[in-house]
């Protein structure tokens, strides 16, 4: 099993609808990130939370909005999916120096 | 501001060429640099740079940081095809409460037959 988990793997949508993302880890980290990627920007954070209790934007945080349900699981979420968020996103853990981040494979979101 | 600077953005080479890829950084209370190979999804973990001047090294790979300069370079000899990809850079951000790892824009290789 993956250490880390994210569903859906691909997601079609249409402008204006609301979107989850989820992502699930066995590592036991406290530390979750959320990244989306795009062509020639490299990876760039929307959220990050270092524990349950904590949740901190990133760089790009407008029009996103997570959840930290669990220490295993963090989810993003879209309220008004909009074209320019088609994107692929990760999701990532870390432990506490944050040397070293095990990341899931990737969701490739297309808001049309 | 913390930032990490990757050069070139982009390189094509053929197999069997040397390659070498730049990574900068401007990092409070710096500890490691971290270098991922991202394919075709997830990137995933090649090596961690903590000390200056000590080589790591795997296979045809190597890397090397200069704490001094704040630099560190990912060496790729007789390339490969499969060494086709987007290389990052990565450098954690501490912070009282811990850290987070602030990424390079990162370098497109690709390597052609």
């Known amino acids: 099993d993956a250490d880390v988990t994210q569903t859906p793997r691909n997601r079609i949508t249409k402008t204006g609808k609301r979107i989850m993302l989820e992502c699930s880890q066995t590592k036991g980290h406290d530390r979750m990130y959320w990244y989306r990627q795009d062509p020639g920007l490299g990876l760039r954070l929307i959220y990050y939370?270092?524990?349950?209790?904590?949740?901190n934007k990133g760089e790009i945080s407008d029009g996103y909005s997570v959840s930290r349900q669990a220490q295993a699981k963090f989810s993003l979420s879209l309220e008004s999916a909009i074209p320019n968020q088609t994107a692929l996103y990760f999701c990532a853990t870390s432990d506490f120096a944050g040397t070293e981040a095990f990341f899931g494979q990737g969701t490739r979101l297309t808001v049309v | 501001e913390d930032k990490v600077v990757q050069s070139p953005l982009s390189l094509v080479v053929h197999e069997g060429d040397t390659v070498t890829l730049n990574c900068s950084y401007e990092v409070t209370n710096f500890r490691s640099l971290l270098w991922y190979k991202q394919e075709k999804k997830a990137p995933t973990f090649l090596f961690m740079l903590t000390s200056s001047g000590i080589e790591k090294k795997s296979g045809r790979l190597s890397s090397i940081l200069d704490k001094k300069e704040l630099f560190s370079i990912l060496n790729i000899t007789a390339t490969q095809t499969g060494d086709s990809a987007v290389y990052l850079c990565?450098?954690?951000?501490?912070?009282?409460?811990?850290?987070?790892?602030?990424f390079g824009e990162g370098t497109q290789l690709t390597v052609n037959p």
């Open positions: 990565a450098v954690p951000r501490m912070r009282t409460s811990g850290s987070r790892l602030t």
């Open positions: 939370s270092f524990d349950v209790k904590d949740i």
